[in-house]
């Protein structure tokens, strides 16, 4: 007994260590990246990264909001298409994945072939972007930075794992006290299979957040341009100025190209860190029970 009880504690020592070291390696680059942001260009680029900022500057994010119209439009517009892209993703996500999860659904298995078919093979770039502009019309449209991300065949997959996980009297009681299908979808399937929403959404989310390469495609107007994509114009007229000054010997202001590069990157990260601690719990059931079920 003695013994089990050391055995287990070294376990429980050893797993501890294992996980410290490894919050560890997540936390130290992300704390140099803000403490970077938050030194000046001159310190930065002689002394490199440090864990406490060096001759404390907000030059970077003083560049980044040169233009705070301009940065809280494409915010805004980020914003409308992470909420709406997220919440339309989510559902109609875990709709496909319940009618096919079903075992009385006479066709599930040629949908979800047909479902899995188009991850493995894709019409290509050209194709897709002609359907898009041509015939969808989705040039300098909203729905362009939505609707390209809305449903995805792995999240599909792991939502039907957690809906055949749900047992079938469930849905047979239901039926019982008269529901419909949507009725039993809706207030008896998706309560249970919260948690697995929950990171599906996150999934989902974190795609549209960090999407710019829609908006590259599609967006010309500068009232639809996101987040990301603004940033990442900045960045390259940034990187132009420097190049053009190296080339032509031309004089330009002092440019914080390294902290700027930095503080953009803290911008878009820091949603993110304030909206998973709400969701921690439910990725974390959801995850355990799409592993066990899977």
């Known amino acids: 007994m003695i013994s089990n009880t050391k055995d287990r504690l070294l376990l ?5 260590t294992f996980v410290g070291l490894l919050c560890v390696l997540c936390l130290v680059p992300l704390l140099l990246v803000v403490s970077g942001s938050l030194s000046s260009e001159e310190q930065l680029v002689r002394n490199g990264f440090r864990l406490l900022p060096q001759k404390l500057s907000l030059d970077g994010y003083r560049m980044v909001f040169k233009a705070p119209g301009d940065i809280l439009r494409a915010f805004g517009v980020s914003l409308l298409v992470l909420v709406a892209g997220t919440s339309l993703g989510a559902f109609l996500t875990a709709l496909t994945s ?22 493995v093979f ?36 792991v939502m ?27 207030t008896l399937m998706l309560p249970i299979a919260k948690p697995g929403l929950a990171t599906i959404a ?5 795609g549209y957040w960090n999407d710019w390469s829609n908006a590259m495609l599609f967006i010309r107007d500068p009232n639809l341009v996101p987040l990301q994509y603004y940033l990442y114009n900045l960045m390259n007229k940034t990187e132009m100025l420097n190049n053009l000054a190296g080339k032509t010997g031309m004089p ?43």
């Open 98 to 119: 319940y009618v096919i999860s079903r075992k009385d659904f006479k066709y599930r298995n040629y949908f979800s072939f047909y479902i899995y078919f188009t991850s």
């Open 202 to 206: 996150l999934f989902i989310g974190l």
């Open 252 to 294: 330009i202001p002092d440019i914080p190209k390294e902290t700027f590069k930095l503080a953009m990157t803290v911008i878009v990260i820091a949603p993110v860190f304030f909206v998973y601690p709400f969701l921690q719990r439910f990725i974390v059931s959801g995850v355990t029970v799409g592993s066990v079920k899977g």
């Open 12 to 16: 429980n020592a050893l797993g501890y």
């Open 122 to 157: 894709s019409g290509g770039l050209v194709p897709w972007y002609l359907l898009m502009v041509n015939y969808y019309h989705m040039k300098d449209n909203v729905l362009a930075l939505i609707v390209p991300l809305l449903m995805n065949v792995f999240y599909i997959l």
């Open 160 to 186: 039907k794992s957690f809906f055949a996980s749900i047992p079938e009297a469930i849905i047979e009681s239901g039926k019982i006290d008269g529901a419909g299908e949507l009725r039993i979808f809706l």
